[in-house]
T-cell receptor
């Protein structure tokens, strides 16, 4: 079974609009972390935001917020006021904290976001 | 200063050759990783070292051999390169097996096997 599912291969949004990128995860570990990374066309992996499974509040970092719905096992990324420079591939990832899988990130297959003027 | 640096950034070589990719981090982290990103952009872990000890060794052909001379360095050596090894290889580091926060990635090394 896939640990991380991103169902949107591509998304389009107009500049200045908000966009939500979907992510669902699968784990039986009560302790885990969820991440979003951005990969622009230049190829580097840029960390955006982190949510711990025990965090009570949704994480926010500037224009990025993570809509964490634990019961539904979803961790959607919301980008407000999109900018042209947000055009990139976005990856959702999960880290489990149990011994056998500790230390590895499981990545989704990514969503290619295109922001148009 | 680059936090996680890997060299070379691009590598083009013939099938059957042996090549190495080097990685260094100056963040003082105790855990380093190699991830492989295939042509469909899927990222998958290959190896992880914590304090120079191998802790993750995914189902990777034994032509791939990581080496960690110290906490700040994790190199990847690949023997007898095959066409299917063409990919982008990312080095990454974290503190405390990632429990303390995110992984910091290098810029990637694009390997093309002809």
């Amino acid at each position: 079974a896939q640990k991380i599912t991103q169902t949107q291969p591509g998304m389009f949004v107009q500049e200045k609009e908000a966009v939500t990128l979907d992510c669902t995860y699968d784990t039986s570990d009560p302790s885990y972390g969820l991440f979003w990374y951005k990969q622009p066309s230049s190829g580097e992996m840029i960390f955006l935001i982190y949510q711990g499974s025990y965090d009570q509040q949704n994480a926010t970092e500037g224009r990025y917020s993570l809509n964490f719905q634990k019961a539904r096992k979803s961790a959607n990324l919301v980008i407000s006021a999109s900018q042209l420079g947000d055009s990139a591939m976005y990856f959702c990832a999960m880290r489990e904290d149990r011994g056998s899988t500790l230390g590895r990130l499981y990545f989704g297959r990514g969503t290619q976001l295109t922001v148009w003027p | 200063d680059t936090a996680v640096s890997q060299t070379p950034k691009y590598l083009v070589t013939q099938m059957g050759n042996d090549k190495s990719i080097k990685c260094e981090q100056n963040l003082g982290h105790d855990t380093m990783y190699w991830y492989k990103q295939d042509s469909k952009k899927f990222l998958k872990i290959m190896f992880s070292y914590n304090n120079k000890e191998l802790i993750i060794n995914e189902t990777v052909p034994n032509r791939f051999s990581p080496k960690s001379p110290d906490k700040a360095h994790l190199n990847l050596h690949i023997n007898s390169l095959e066409l299917g090894d063409s990919a982008v290889y990312f080095c990454a580091s974290s503190q405390d097996l990632g429990r303390s926060g995110e992984l910091f990635f290098g810029e990637g090394s694009r390997l093309t096997v002809l």
